[in-house]
């Protein structure tokens, strides 16, 4: 009891500190202004980066590729598993490069890669081995500009409020961007076809996505290091994180839970459609789920920014977990939208926060090396919980059993966030 009463007293603790108000810096600083158009420029990116402009609209294009090609549509659909496999690898490289030659030149290449190669999906032939190369072109690619090393550019110019900034750019950023590109690449799909549609969101990505990075995107001015050259910032290096329990108690934790949902997200519906309800009622949910996630990723990035430690995101992991067992059990569309916000409030704990506590735990000197290990890992669970989900239904005629397995999942991501201790990089004062 004596323990349990401690860490309960921890979390009463971090939400009075929650409510403390925190210092605004002035935004009269030229400094300043310039980091907000990190800010900007970095939700901009998020909304034009691979899951928005791939991902998020592929479902749209599928049904057509399969009927030009004359290809089962599981085939066509393996290109997505593809492209976050591919994602997931590179993005150890993605965070290295980032740390060795600046955020900023490794986000522009990334943008123009990631342009040029969407546009070269307009010219994938009826050849299963280049169509699924051409995704892995992309998802490579896409490693650089995507949330991960967003993150890590918002960490370099703020402490304070760096919480709040990572939620906002990555939140609010896919969430726009998986709203409005999917609309886009529709109308572009009835105008020009599939092929068109891939060269339509390339250019978006060029023409707006790229010229606004080169303009707002920044590294940080920062004090040099022994030799007089390379910058220094706090932190450790990759092999030290890797070496420390901490790291792989949230590698344990927030990827996973982060890649359950998120594969749970684009089975929202079926699961819905099989118990009988209708798909007007699935897409509520389903909405329900997205903009709740939005919202909440700034909300939680705000919490922690206040907080010493991460135990109050215990409380968020388990409300997603709770929301994945009303989404089982309820009977009426009115629970089960509130199953949707329960998850969404899951999901919005876990991607941008994981970012924000890999910079305090391990600071800024490797942030884009340790933080691309932790992505990767959580792309390759997204990947391989959307096949096993969808195993479990081939061999169960139901998503039952799979979506009951990531409940156990989703409390450990909160007996985790109990078990790390205070941050060691920038924390808030006792």
Known sequence: MGA?????????????????SVPIVPASSPTNWRAYGVVFASTIGNMLSVTPAVTAVFGIFLIAIAGEFG??????????????????FAS?????????????RTLLAGSLG???????????????????????????????????VFAKLIAEWFDERRGLWIGI??????????TILPIIAGLLFEWVGWRGAFVGIGLLILVIGLPILFLFVHDPIVRSGADGVEPQYEGVELRTALGSPTFWLIASAMPVGAGSLIALFSTVIPVLTDRGFSLDSATIVLIAFALTASAWEPSVGAILDRTR????LAAFHWIGAGGLIVLLTATTLPL?????MMLGIGLGAETSAMSFLLSRYFGRRALGAISGWA????????????VLLNLVYDHTTSYLLGIEAMVPLLAWNGLVMLLLGRYRYGAVPA
């Open 169 to 178: 750019a990555g939140g609010i950023g896919n969430g726009i961007g998986a």
């Open 92 to 104: 150890p490289i993605a965070g290295r490069l980032a740390d060795r030659f600046g955020t900023r």
């Open 309 to 312: 430690r991460p135990h109050i």
């Open 71 to 88: 290809w089962p549509r599981a085939e066509v659909g393996g290109a997505l598993a593809v492209l976050s496999l591919s994602t997931a």
């Open 4 to 20: 349990a009463a401690h860490v309960w007293s921890d979390i009463v603790d971090e939400v009075l500190i929650m409510m403390a």
């Open 336 to 340: 089960l939208v509130v199953a949707g």
């Open 114 to 148: 990631l342009g040029v190669t969407i546009m070269a999906l307009a010219l994938a032939p009826n050849q299963p081995v280049i169509f699924y190369a051409q995704f892995a072109l992309v998802g490579v690619v896409g490693a650089l500009p995507n949330g991960m």
């Open 375 to 386: 992505f990767g890992l959580l792309l390759g669970i997204t990947a391989l919980t959307t």
